[in-house]
Structures are given as structure tokens and as C-alpha cells.
């Protein structure tokens, strides 16, 4: 049985929702230049399908096998998990201000430790649900839900993220007992790109687009950047990093663990946001984002050295 390091497992999952939020501020810089929702979540996939692969072929082609088995599992995880979350949550974020999207999206750490109640038994210890408070209501603070009109589309979105986050989390999680990170992730984003190439009109895309120069805008406003260099970025750092070190994570913790330090990506969000679109964060707002930290914390002590062994 593979041994894990539970403090590893905190390190890289907040590593991914330090880049996870900063990915919410390059992404709506691109889509504003038109780039659409469902080609943006093509791009990530099929870029980390690309890297995870060619990762593989290097260091271990043998894990490229799949058993006849495993097709099931891993189309459900490409499908459900990767392709229609990164979609809702790209749809959510296009009409909801960020804040209050990943705040929707986030109530998944509620719906994670209540399906693996019902699917597996597994009952969560009752100092949990005092962190699961604090985050969200750290959230709702943070996010000034009662300060924000709602499109209601864009809030259906959002809950849609939630339910297939929920499904990611724990699905990552179930994955490691029979695969590697790095080819569940290859096999996952490759499934997610097929997905997105039967449905959606990829062939719309305009081309000419990548050869623009972007203004960073914000405090970042007369800063340009050719536009493939900040696609580049987003396949990379804001695709293939984050999501290789949530799913290494949720071999150490459990899906509820790595699914509540992953709301951290909201505060991140924000704090990118005061610094690159001169977003104004209030003394409130700050309050909050201590809450969901007190939150992270008390979630993740109080569960205790046997949940980490889950």
C-alpha cells in the first residue's frame, strides 16, 4: 500500500488553488478578446492530454495500458468530472462575477462528505461540518453575495460546477487505487478533448486571435502580451499544473480534505484580482477570507490521523 504524506497532500492543493486563481483572471482577459467558454476548456484539455502524454512516454510508456475495466470509470471521470465542470464552471465565471461563481461552485465540500456518506459509508466526524461552516460563510463574505446581482443562468451554472466538482473530487480520489496520477490525468483530459471535439463548434475559432496583443488591463493597463503567450499560459499553469497537484493530493487526503483547502482558490481569486484588475477588496472582504482559512484549518484538524488514511 502506498504510503502518504498527508502535509504533502496540503502543500500541493494549495499550490493549486494559488494557480487555479490566478488562471480566473487570465482567462476572463482572453475570453473578453471572444475566445468562448467551450474553447477555452478545449484548449486546457487537450494541451494537458498533450503534456501528461509525452510526460508519460519519457518516464513510463507502460502506464499508457488500460484494462477493459478501468474504460468505464475513466470515460465517466473525463466526461462528468473534467469536461462538463471545467464547461459549467467557464459558463459560470462568464456570467457571475468570479467570487460569487466559486462560491457556488465550492458548496461541492458539502456535497462531497454527504455522497460519500450515502456511496460509501464513510461518516464524517462532526467538527468537520464547523469548518464546512466557516468556509462558506468565509465565502459569502468574501464574495459579498448579498452586494451582487445574479443572473440566474449564470447561478444554474454554478451549481452544475458544484455537483460535477463534487464528482471529480471524488472520482480522483477512487482513481488512485488503480492508477497513477499522471496517466489518469492523461487519460482523463484526452477523453474530455474527444468530448469537446464532437460538441462543440471548435471549428469557429478565429485563428487570427493567437497573433494579437493583449492589454493586461487593471493595474497592469499599457502592459501587452501577444495572446498565445497568455493561452500558453492558461494550458500550462492554469490546466496542467494545478490539476496534476490536485490529483497527487487526493492520493495523501481525502476527497473532503483536498476539497476544502481547494475553496482557497475564491481568496486567491480575489487577491489576484485586487493586484492585476485593480479589483477593490474591502476590510469585510479580508475578514472573510481569515474565516476560510479558519475554516481550511479547523476542517482539516478535526479530522484526525484515520480519515487521513482513507
Known sequence: MKTKNPAFGVVLSFAAALLFGLNASTSKIVMATGVTPEQIVLFRSISTALIAGLIILITNPSSF??????????????????????????????????????LIEYTAIIIV????LVLFGEKP??????????VLGGLMVVSKIWDSPLNPVGVLFAFGAAIFLSVYFIMGEKSHQSRDPISTLFYTMLISSVFWLI??????????????????GGNLTGITAPAWLLIIWIGLFGSFIPMFFSFVALGHLSATGVGII??????????FGYLWLGEKIEGLQLAGGILVVAGIVIAQISRGKPQWQQ
Open 262 to 271: 481547494s475553496t482557497a482558490e475564491t481568496v486567491f481569486a480575489f487577491l
Open 199 to 216: 460538441f462543440s463548434p471548435w471549428w469557429t475559432f478565429d485563428t487570427s486571435l493567437i497573433t494579437n496583443s493583449l492589454d493586461l
Open 65 to 102: 495500458k488500460v484494462k477493459p475495466s478501468e474504460w468505464k470509470f475513466l470515460i465517466a471521470f473525463g466526461v462528468i468530472g473534467v469536461a462538463l465542470m471545467q464547461w459549467a464552471y467557464s459558463n459560470a465565471v462568464k456570467s457571475l462575477p468570479v467570487g460569487i461563481a466559486l
Open 125 to 134: 466526524r462532526k467538527k468537520l461540518w464547523l469548518g464546512v461552516a466557516l
Open 113 to 116: 462528505p454527504l455522497a460519500s
